[in-house]
């Protein structure tokens, strides 16, 4: 690189007297903070486009006229910037003081008082006092945005976070500025919430207390909160999180700005779905069945009763008389325990985490995976049956940023029109079971233009009432040299799940049994001898009395599979059911035995989201009763049933899953704790994209910069030889220090990725790779009388997570059968009402509406996961489900 | 049209070119629309075609050129000053703007008038950034207070400064500007000449009131 060509890309700035290279280009706000000086804000937010209104960073600039807001500004080079003279020090305490005159200051008892970026700023930048005399204006306060969200328009500033967020960010423009002048508000518009899934983000980022969260509302003082980073777990995204507690419970979670994958956000349900953690009807202690009901025992008692339970099957009946389902809750930790204790001790393989709701191990653990950055520089992204904000719903915020921001075209393969079905370029809605329409792979290459970057396919499974075949057929037809996939499945930890090896006829690292046969028999003694059942086949084994043993690991399939007539008669059957669960729920009610367990926030130990990314979670709240991890359950009963299974702490389950574990190789405690971003598997391909953190997470600055509203981000080292060090590092980054706990010497990121993977560098088994097969099963034809079913996951379904958290139960969706209004009009549904609708399994009378977000033929009846709605019509063995709706007179 | 370009742009004075229609209200005998060639003086336009003021009293200030400029008074070398654009900008710190001159004669209470304008201002803002939303917004309230008896000796300095924390250098042209658009430094017209003119006359109001 010449001299002159570098002068292209970075600009000398002098800001304050300090000299540094900032990109050309770069607003002079990021540059200077980058550089380590804070220029006061209240309106810039570094994910949203700037718009300089609260004029708080006002700067003076050598040569130029007026005072340049900051977050404006690009930098250029030679520019000379004074940010701190007693020009620029007067129009700072004046804005200061312009924004406290009408403010409340009712510190005392907001929400915001202690992390307060109004309160901080005016500490560090403002006049002491207020020459203002006259009356404030006010407005009738708290007002409700939305069941979430309440407005004091008092405290309000206008910095127009909220409302950019809403608009920019979510897609959702539900709320905006009305009046003018000094009566200038904040509203939503009538008879219209501010129902939005994202709604929670606008209280974190509102700088002043004028958004607050209706569950942290006067629960506590930020002074009182002591705060772990995490992850949250409630979907498979995996967004970065501050987790805070007061006096042992839950309060509150933040989120924590990971770039490659939530930017900052959370969606409600996972923001707010915490409290369920310590809800009453938590079981606390292990519990024996006796008859009809149960008796509290102590924990060797209960796992002592298990550990028989399973060696009288295995004696009596054979491995394969006991199944698994579940295990998508839990940690790598756990599965792999649970996969051990399944396959390497009992040897069954009857063992799968996903409930006939996903998409079959053999594709997800071998497909072409794409990284959810690649969306911002994809050729083309096509949604593969799945309503990404029911679901996934930061995805979508990734995917409307990479389409409406970024330009990428997307293509749209839901069944139903959703939220970015707008922004589509080609849009196809074939009928469930029904293949990709011909033309849709010549569009996507059309739409392309000419852009390098990959097709990013996300793969959802958005109708449980079509078998998961004529996805898996459409991801084939995609294929090729440049797609990359992305699973859009919700269940938490489901991808870690079934890499540790919870799918049948796998075992952890991504590898086949017959691959990975050799190496796992000699570090376990010994792999099940044959492929076994997946969830729909252990119910159907279970129903025909094939099953002595069930376990449970965190899953209720009474109400969470779609086929719930199967699940039923499978639960009525099985002899005996080992619970494992930290609630009683329809399936484990009368359980035998009770094993009470951890649940997030209680439990350290490491997920893996949709892109194969592992990150550490951490413990912040010590568990209710005596519940005990999932991983440490799995090891006490593979002890009691003979296995030599020495694992002591979760660092050395971590441990062992990266020395076994083909996928996992290299991804050891020590590295998850160190890498800022997580890793992403498998390491050995992506060791560039390792950063070593620097610093841990802070929440409040000492520098009068709260960052709790601002992105709280995780200071970090990229490696030397890394591509992106460069741009990332910054010039005026830190010498990278050790961090933590001395395990690891944190000087150098890439010799630390060498050394743990040379640590378990052995030959290791071949990992599954997909082939995309070309069989297409020809579903059959939809009389002209009948609508197909589409059994679509909502977010706010009747799970656990949404019941037993009080601000979320009231969102919980109702069970409404959606019509295309010329079939609804033809079943004498004018708007809304009740119609019989019958299929193969039964009928039940629904309250019909007239949607035409719903295409002809089909019919949309959300499957909200409490045993209602559309689970008793759906049998999983049939491709479809058709229904007969008749008028209800 | 007629003249031509070149032959219009003879008229009038320095960079001032042409003629222009000037808006006379207020106190004065014919107030109306007069186009005149410009480079005439307030007074000839004021007292000749505007026929003087009422009743013939004096002329205590005017407003040069719409409500956001800054006042003239009536004194001989703001009336003799000729109307030149770049003239009355650079001398007296006032503009000809939008041509709408208003005149208040002797009788009238320049605080009252500045609240008047403060409040036509506080209403206009649109409220996007703070200093404009919250600045004319306290301007005005301080002024009607002041304007119904219920001033404070420090008032005209505290107006001055707000003016000045949304106008730097409010006085002093060019001045600069802490908002995004100039309607908030128009606001701060009727302080500055406040401040400017009549300082002495509002602070003899409170002779003997203690701050």
């Known amino acids: 690189v010449t001299a002159t060509e570098s002068k292209k890309t970075t600009a000398t700035v002098t800001v304050d007297g300090v000299t540094f290279e900032a990109p050309a280009g770069e607003l002079l706000i990021k540059a200077a903070q980058e550089n380590g000086i804070y220029i006061p804000r209240f309106c810039w937010h570094e994910r949203m486009e700037p718009v300089g209104m609260c004029r708080m960073c006002l700067v003076q600039v050598e040569g130029g006229r007026g005072f340049p807001p900051a977050c404006t500004t690009p930098v250029t080079d030679g520019m000379v910037v004074y940010t701190q003279n007693d020009t620029v020090k007067k129009i700072q305490d004046g804005v200061l003081e312009f924004l406290l005159i009408n403010h409340p200051l009712d510190c005392p008892v907001c929400d915001r008082g202690g992390e307060c970026p109004l309160q901080d700023q005016t500490l560090s930048f403002g006049p002491g006092e207020s020459r203002f005399v006259e009356e404030k204006r006010h407005f009738a306060k708290p007002i409700p945005l939305s069941d979430l969200v309440l407005l004091d328009r008092e405290r309000c500033i206008q910095c127009a976070r909220c409302t950019r967020f809403a608009e920019e960010i979510a897609g959702d423009p539900l709320i905006d500025f009305v009046d003018r002048g000094d009566r200038t508000q904040v509203l939503n518009f009538d008879e219209q919430p501010f129902d939005s899934y994202f709604s929670g983000n606008t209280v974190q980022i509102c700088p002043v207390g004028a958004l607050t969260a209706s569950q942290y509302r006067f629960r506590a003082r930020p002074w009182d909160l002591t705060t772990a980073e995490t992850s949250c777990t409630t979907c498979s995204m995996h967004c970065r999180g501050a987790v805070q507690a007061s006096s042992n419970r839950l309060v509150r979670l933040l989120g924590v700005d990971l770039d490659p994958v939530n930017h900052g956000w959370l969606c409600d349900k996972g923001r707010f779905g915490i409290e369920w953690v310590h809800a009453d009807d938590r079981v606390r202690e292990p519990q024996l069945g006796a008859g009809d009901e149960w008796k509290q025992v102590s924990w060797p008692e209960a796992l002592d009763a298990a550990a028989e339970k399973l060696r009288a099957a295995k004696d009596s009946r054979g491995a394969n008389s006991i199944a698994m389902l579940g295990g998508a809750r839990g940690t790598n930790e756990d599965a792999f325990a649970w996969a051990m204790l399944a396959k390497g001790v009992l040897r069954t393989d009857n063992v799968d985490a996903q409930l006939a709701d996903g998409l079959p191990a053999e594709f997800l653990l071998g497909m072409p995976r794409a990284e959810i950055s690649d969306l911002d520089t994809a050729g083309a992204i096509v949604l593969l049956g799945c309503d990404l904000e029911e679901e996934v719903p930061v995805l979508a915020l990734r995917v409307r940023r990479a389409v409406v921001q970024l330009g990428v075209p997307l293509v749209d393969c839901a069944p139903l029109e959703h939220k970015l079905s707008p922004h589509a370029r080609v849009v196809a809605r074939p009928l469930p079971g029904e293949g990709l329409p011909a033309h849709v792979v010549g569009e996507i290459n059309d739409v392309r233009e000419g852009r390098d970057g990959p097709v990013v396919v996300i793969v959802g499974r958005g109708n449980l009432a079509a078998s998961a075949d004529a996805t898996v057929a459409a991801a084939a037809r995609l294929a090729g040299p440049n797609t990359r996939f992305l699973s859009a499945l919700r269940r938490s930890n489901v991808h870690g799940a079934l890499d540790a090896g919870l799918a049948p006829g796998f075992l952890p690292g991504r590898v086949t049994l017959e691959a990975g046969r050799e190496a796992f028999t000699s570090a376990w003694g010994g792999v099940p001898k044959e492929r076994g059942l997946d969830a729909a086949g252990i119910l159907r084994a279970a129903a025909n009395g094939d099953i002595e043993v069930l376990i449970l690991v965190g899953c209720d399939p009474a109400t969470d599979f779609p086929d719930a007539t199967l699940a039923r008669a499978a639960l009525d059957k099985v002899p005996t059911i080992i619970a494992v669960d930290a609630f009683t729920n329809t399936s484990t009610k009368n359980a035998d035995v009770f094993l009470p367990v951890t649940l997030w926030g209680e439990t350290s130990g490491t997920v893996t989201n949709i892109e194969g990314r592992v990150q550490r979670l951490n413990r912040k709240v010590a568990p209710e009763g005596t519940a005990m991890d999932d991983w440490r359950i799995a090891v006490e009963l593979a002890a009691r049933l003979g296995a030599n299974a020495d694992l002591v702490t979760v660092d050395e389950v971590t441990d062992a899953l990266a020395a076994s574990g083909s996928a996992h190789a290299g991804v050891t405690a020590a590295l998850t704790r160190h890498a800022r971003d997580g890793v992403v598997l498998p390491l050995a391909d992506h060791r560039d994209e390792v950063v070593l953190r620097t610093r841990e997470l802070t929440i409040t600055a000492g520098d009068g910069s709260g960052t709790s509203w601002d992105p709280i981000k995780v200071e970090g080292q990229v490696p030397a030889d890394s591509t992106n060090a460069v741009s990332q590092s910054g010039a005026g980054a830190e010498p990278l220090k050790p961090v933590g706990s001395s395990d690891i010497d944190a000087s150098d990121a890439a010799a630390i990725v060498a050394q743990s993977l040379a640590a378990t560098e052995q030959p290791m088994p071949a990992r599954h790779v997909w082939s995309p097969g070309s069989a297409t099963a020809d579903p059959p034809a939809r009389d002209a009388y009948a609508l197909r079913l589409v059994a679509s996951p909502v977010l706010y379904d009747g799970g656990r997570t949404v019941r037993s958290t009080p601000v979320l139960a009231r969102l919980r969706a109702g069970a409404t059968l959606h019509l295309n209004p010329v079939d609804a009009t033809r079943v004498g549904v004018d708007q809304i009402g009740e119609v019989k609708i019958t299929s193969a399994r039964g009928s039940q009378v629904v309250e019909a509406v007239a949607d035409t977000r719903v295409p002809a033929g089909v019919a949309r009846y959300d499957f909200t996961a409490d045993g209602a709605g559309p689970a008793s019509l759906i049998d999983v063995t049939a491709p479809v489900t058709d229904l007969r709706i008749e008028s209800v007179r | ?211």
């Open chain 2, 1 to 211: 049209m007629k003249m031509g370009g070149a032959e219009y742009a003879k008229l009038g004075v320095n960079r001032s070119t042409g003629t222009r229609i000037f808006s006379v209200s207020g106190h004065v005998n014919k107030p109306g629309n007069y186009e005149v060639e410009l480079g005439m003086t307030f007074r000839d336009l004021l007292f000749g075609l505007a026929g003087g003021v009422r009743e013939n009293r004096a002329i205590k200030f005017f407003i040069p050129g719409g409500a956001s400029s800054q006042w003239l008074v009536g004194i001989d070398e703001h009336l003799d000053a000729p109307l030149d654009m770049d003239f009355v900008q650079q001398t007296f710190w006032v503009m000809l703007g939008s041509g709408a001159i208003m005149v208040f004669d002797e009788t009238v209470d320049p605080v009252r008038v500045a609240w008047r304008l403060a409040k036509f201002f506080a209403h206009e803002s649109c409220g996007k950034c703070t200093p404009c939303r919250e600045g004319t917004g306290w301007i005005e309230k301080v002024l009607y207070r002041m304007s119904h008896g219920l001033g404070r000796p420090d008032d005209l300095d505290l107006l001055f400064d707000v003016g000045d924390n949304i106008s730097p250098g409010v006085t002093n042209a060019p001045f600069t500007q802490t908002t995004i658009c100039p309607l908030g430094p128009s606001a701060v017209s009727p302080v500055a000449s406040l401040h400017k003119y009549f300082k002495d006359e509002i602070q003899a109001q409170y002779a003997g009131v203690v701050a």
